[in-house]
C-alpha cells in the first residue's frame, strides 16, 4: 500500500518547475540512449519532478514507443482558490515558481489559473499530480525511476524525509530495478562546508546515514556518482538498485 504519512501541499509551500530537455536529464543520470534501448519490451519508467513540459516523457517516447513513462507533477494538481498557491513566470518562461500564499488578489487569481488551465490541458498523458513522498502506485510498479532536480534534492532536507521517500521509491520499484538521485548535494536546508569536495562527502554521508536501516537491511544496494551540470559544477548523484529478495 502506499505511504499516507508524507507531507501536504500546504505543509511544503513552494515548488519550482523548470523547462529542461529529455536528452540533458538523461545524461545527469548517466543514462545512455542504449540503457532506453537495453530495457525489456513493455518496460514502465517512472519520472518524479517531471518539469515543465514531460521533456523526459516525450523523448523516451522517441526511443522506445512501447515503454511507459509516468510523469510525477504535484503542481498539476494545484487548486488556486483552495491551496491558496500563486504562480510567478520567468522572463523567458522556462519556470514556474508555485509560492503558498496568505491571499490572492484577483489579478494573481486570475493569472494563476490561466497558467494552471494550459498547463493540465497541454501536459502528457500519463502524468500524475502526487506528491513524491506518498506515491499512488502499486508495489514493484516501475522498472526504472529517474529523479532529477527533484524532491531528493529540494525537499529532502531532514533524515526522517530521505528515509520515507527512497522507502517509497524502493516500494514501487521492480526488484532489480534502478532509481536514480541526481543530485544528492543541493539540500538547500542543510548547511554545508563552503569547499565543494568537503560538502559532496558530508551530502554522501547525510545520504548514507538517512537511508542506514534500508542500506543494512539489504534491501537495496546504494552507488554514488559524480557528474559535471550544465553550469559545470561536478555534482553528486546515487543509484540505488532495489535488491530482488525484497518482494
Known sequence: MANENGPSMEE???FRVTSRNGPEILSQCQLEQQDIQ????????????????QELAKHLKTIRPDITTVSLDPTLGITVYQ?????ETSADGKQLEYKLSQGLTPEQKDQTTAVQNQ??????????AALAQSLPFK??????????FGPGTWFCNKPETTQRYVSELCRVLKPNGLAIIFPVDNWKEYVFSENDEQRNQE????FLSS???LNSSGEIKIEFYQQVNTGKNIRIGAKITKNPHDK
Do not use: C
Not at 537495453?38 to 518539469?51: A, K, R, W
Not at 493540465?120 to 500524475?128: R, V
Not at 508495489?139 to 532529477?148: E, G, T, V
Open 12 to 14: 511544503i509551500g513552494y
Open 38 to 53: 537495453n530495457l525489456l519490451p513493455n518496460s514502465t519508467i517512472l519520472e518524479v519532478g517531471s518539469g515543465l513540459n
Open 83 to 87: 491551496q491558496r498557491f500563486f504562480i
Open 119 to 128: 498547463r493540465i490541458k497541454t501536459a502528457e498523458e500519463n502524468s500524475i
Open 139 to 148: 508495489d514493484n510498479a516501475f522498472d526504472l525511476i529517474i529523479d532529477s
Open 203 to 206: 551530502a554522501k554521508q547525510r
Open 211 to 213: 537511508l542506514q536501516q
